[in-house]
């Protein structure tokens, strides 16, 4: 009997269970919705900073107004115009399941973010100063390395130890929040006159005029992501309504991704419907060097910016603090009531000259040292209705819009949305929805339906059209692609879920072949996914999954399949809880890769990609000694049945298995 025939009975026999009794984990699925599509390396820890911050500060879903709903992101501007319209017709909410009762609610959403409101009707809290409420403090120390030895310590390229160490100290209260981050990746030196990476800040909100105010270094997201969004982004998941931007404008930034914030200050002054809010920041970035004055020991011209963060290699460290990025500039919105308007227009001074690469596909790319850009975004919502959309342009020509509307009826909610973002649109900062990561050169029509055809079964889908009029990455020509999601869930007890994934995306590629005149052909991948949640008890929890993937381009094919099973299991006498996953896969190669959200230590997050054949354990350990002090410890290990080595360059391992260790310890008072 095959491997994928056992795994399959296997999984069958883990259902018949489930149908019985089960409960899924909505947090976990929140993230996977989110993370696992994402595959580039982006910042996720604000998401879940942002609901450990409610789970220490409740919202007050009787007081917030419909900006401090939005803002929080846990509500869409649907559901925060249906809590503010509810509670002017019927008066304060008691808990959290008169949430059914107000539209727009699934049972899904009010398990999700119970816990992160009170229902208090007494106000008088809300009411502080400064440092005159209780304060939380947090201490993290972190520690992770790969066991097996890489190419680049064997050979001396590396300029550091395999450790990544990392410590984060955060205070934070009602409306002031201050913090500290040290970090040093893998390979880098632990210490060369200052930390290799570290980050500060200090905010307070609320007082008088002053809505907020940031010193340091922080996170600045406007508008629909045009010309100005810092941090993460959702791409296209399963949440397949929620491409509308909801996020708080400016925040501390307490993560770790070197290129994803600001350095300076920013404050939002609240005159009445007004908010002005002006921003600074100025700091050393890495970039490829082009061109290099020696006598000046500066950089004179760069080819593009560096986005890693890895200052390990001669050349890594060569590219390091290159340039030098100093952005000045404000938004001015005006809101009353749903409807809001705001411009927003910055300048981004460059120390050294712009300059991308002689590619033909770079013609219409920015070249200089300054770039000015402008936005206008707008918000409205009405009963069943809300309209979203951001028209941006910077001073060389280029443009960029994206224009959505929701709609949301009693059992149905659907998203349409147009972009079109010009092939000479550049800014430093964009990051809006789109099918690549860069804002310009495509235009797309989306379409994203949410439904309930009972108590029990639920149904997402979108589909996405899109073109790109100027040549890109591995496509010699103007090119167009398409991409479907559909996915059933169903309730197979009054707490367990299972849900069918089906996904398919056609895109226009270069013909591979060594041929005079290149031609694009179609690019075909396809996706099925099986995935069930089990509680057998308040202390054993199961999770299963089976994914199956397609590829294929010209007379070229692959197929692949990934299976794994979770347990979790929490000790009754003893503070302990371990979570244990066990991983087959079976790919032919890169184009049937499988990607895969799993569970990691509290702030950092893993979405291994699977390709070729082998097995993965994983076993995670969370030790709570007390209220104040956590231990997180990690251990993981990737074995392979199709090759001798893993990875490749300065990171290849010699061995057909990598071995990954990661420790945390928190301390709370």
Do not use: C
């Amino acid at each position: 009997m095959s491997l994928r025939i056992k795994a399959l009975i296997f999984i069958t026999l883990i259902v018949g269970v489930e149908l019985l009794r089960g409960q899924t984990s909505d947090e976990q699925q929140l993230f996977e919705n989110v993370i696992e599509q994402n595959e580039s390396s982006a910042d996720f820890n604000t998401l879940l900073e942002d609901i450990e911050y409610y789970r220490l500060h409740p919202i007050p879903i009787n007081k917030a107004d419909y900006s401090m709903l939005v803002e929080s992101g846990l509500f869409n501007s649907y559901q925060a115009f249906q809590i503010v319209a509810y509670r002017e017709k019927f008066g304060f909410l008691r808990s959290p399941y008169e949430l059914a009762y107000i539209n727009g609610f699934s049972e899904e959403d009010i398990i999700r973010i119970a816990d992160l409101l009170t229902f208090s009707t007494d106000f008088s809290e809300l009411y502080y100063k400064p440092f005159k409420q209780k304060t939380s403090h947090e201490l993290f120390l972190r520690y992770g390395s790969v066991l097996e030895e890489k190419r680049g310590f064997k050979e001396g390229m590396y300029s550091g130890d395999a450790g990544n160490y990392y410590l984060r100290y955060k205070l934070t209260s009602r409306n002031v929040s201050a913090g500290i981050t040290l970090d040093k990746d893998p390979g880098e030196s632990f210490w060369d006159s200052r930390p290799d990476f570290y980050s500060a800040h200090i905010s307070v909100k609320d007082i008088s005029i002053l809505k907020s105010i940031v010193v340091g270094d922080y996170t600045l997201k406007v508008g629909q992501g045009l010309a100005l969004w810092t941090g993460f982004r959702n791409s296209k998941s399963s949440l397949t309504t929620s491409i509308d931007r909801q996020a708080e404008l400016s925040r501390g930034y307490t993560s770790v991704n070197e290129n994803q914030f600001f350095r300076g200050g920013v404050t939002s002054i609240e005159l009445k419907n007004l908010t002005v809010t002006p921003f600074y920041s100025s700091q050393q970035v890495d970039a490829n060097i082009t061109n290099y004055d020696s006598l000046g020991n500066k950089a004179l011209g760069v080819s593009s910016l560096q986005e890693s963060g890895l200052h390990r290699t001669e050349g890594e460290l060569w590219d390091k603090d290159a340039l030098r990025q100093s952005v000045f500039g404000a938004d001015i919105s005006y809101q009353k009531r749903y409807f809001k308007i705001g411009l927003t227009g910055f300048r981004t001074i460059l120390s050294s000259h712009f300059e991308p690469t002689s590619d033909f596909r770079n013609l219409h790319n920015f070249r200089g040292s300054q770039l000015d850009n402008f936005s206008l975004h707008f918000k409205h919502i009405h009963r069943f209705y809300n309209v979203f959309g951001e028209y941006a342009i910077n001073h060389l020509g280029g443009y960029a819009l994206i224009q959505g509307v929701n709609f949301s009826l009693e059992n149905i909610r659907l998203t349409f949305s147009y972009r079109k973002y010009s092939k000479d649109y550049f800014s430093f900062f964009s990051n809006a929805f789109s099918e690549q990561s860069d804002v310009n050169n495509e235009t797309g029509f989306y379409i994203g339906l949410e439904g309930n055809v009972n108590s029990k079964i639920s149904y997402v889908a979108y589909t996405d059209f899109y073109t790109h009029p100027w040549l890109k990455f591995n496509a010699s020509f103007p090119s167009s692609g398409t991409d479907y999601l559909f996915q059933l869930n169903y309730k197979t007890s009054k707490t367990g879920q299972f849900y069918l994934r089906l996904r398919h995306e056609i895109k226009q590629v270069n013909h591979e072949k060594d041929l005079e005149l290149p031609f694009l052909i179609d690019q075909k991948r396809s996706s099925v996914r099986l995935n069930w949640a089990i509680d057998l008890s308040p202390n054993v929890s199961l999770q299963s999954r089976y994914e199956q993937s397609l590829f294929s381009i010209d007379d070229q094919s692959e197929q692949g399949y990934l299976l794994f099973q979770d347990i979790k299991y929490k000790l009754n006498k003893t503070p302990a809880t371990f979570i244990l996953r066990t991983v087959i896969f079976d790919t032919d190669g890169f184009g049937s890769r499988i990607y895969a959200y799993e569970n990691d230590i509290l702030y950092y997050f893993s979405v291994p990609s699977f390709q070729g054949s082998g097995l993965r354990y994983v076993l995670n350990v969370h030790y709570e000694v007390s209220s104040q002090i956590d231990f997180w410890v990690k251990l993981s290990q990737t074995r392979y049945a199709d090759r001798n080595s893993v990875g490749t360059g300065w990171e290849e391992i010699d061995k057909n298995h990598r071995t990954e260790i990661r420790a945390q310890m928190r301390l709370k008072f």
